[in-house]
């Protein structure tokens, strides 16, 4: 596809800190939960999508669409709660670094 | 990492808090220099308050000319944004930013967070404030004066 008609994407770099350590399909039902916060109108220009996960060091990169960086990390801010086996867990996703790159994004998180 | 600080309800160690390049106050140490409650109770505490906080962020004109003739600086608590149902908070608190605006009133920011997964740097409130009107600068700048008034 030509350049100009390709969609763009970012890389979001995340540290992970919860009560219980996350999987990685855990982390990918938080980002479909962002819907919550980004709304069903404007989820199509965010469509967040879990590119590496570091289960060990908890820690992942998350692609989204480049317009819609700013509501990603909103939602990813506003987040507090994940719910698991019916008991709510408190989490806290921190963006560190967002590349155009995944490869800028997993130096950043030190890969 | 640039130093900033913040006001929170639990317990953090010195390193934890040079870790996260943060310096906190605790809320219980600075209640006496936080005057908090409904407009009506903060006109009567103007005088004596360093900074004033209202929950509810009800907008009172002669709250916010009086505090804006004295200097007082109004606290801005990210926790509030976090709770279940915050969109109600995010529309009061926007349009509270915007008649603060108009009366030059200064605006400090602090997470008032309960636990360590409540801590916000001004990063992620900015993004979260950004749904309120203010701009990455301003939600930097609030969390960088907070000392001038609890020192």
Known sequence: ?111 | MAMYYDIINFEISETEQKSLGIKCYQFKDCKDKIAIGSADRLIKSLRKARILYCPSYEISLELFAKAGAQNKPFLISISDLLKENSYLTIYRLSNFIRVARHYKITLIIASMANDIYSLRDPEEAASILRLCGMTREQVRYGFSILNRYLD
Not at chain 1, 17 to 26: G, H, M, N, V, W
Not at chain 1, 49 to 58: E, G, I, V
Not at chain 1, 77 to 89: G, P, Q, S, V
Not at chain 1, 99 to 110: D, F, M, P
Request: with cysteine.
């Open chain 1, 1 to 111: 596809m030509k350049p100009t008609l390709r969609e763009n994407y970012r890389y979001v770099a995340l540290e992970i800190s919860s009560e219980t350590p996350l999987a990685r399909e855990d982390l990918a039902r938080i980002l479909e939960g962002t819907i919550e916060f980004i709304g069903k109108i404007h989820y199509p220009s965010v469509m967040p999508r879990l590119a590496y996960f570091d289960q060990k060091n908890q820690r992942a990169i998350v692609r989204c669409l480049n317009q819609g960086v700013d509501e990603l990390k909103t939602a990813l801010a506003m987040t507090t709660h994940y719910e698991k086996d019916n008991t709510k867990l408190r989490i806290h996703l921190r963006p560190i670094y967002t590349s155009g790159t995944i490869r800028k994004a997993k130096e950043k998180l030190g890969i």
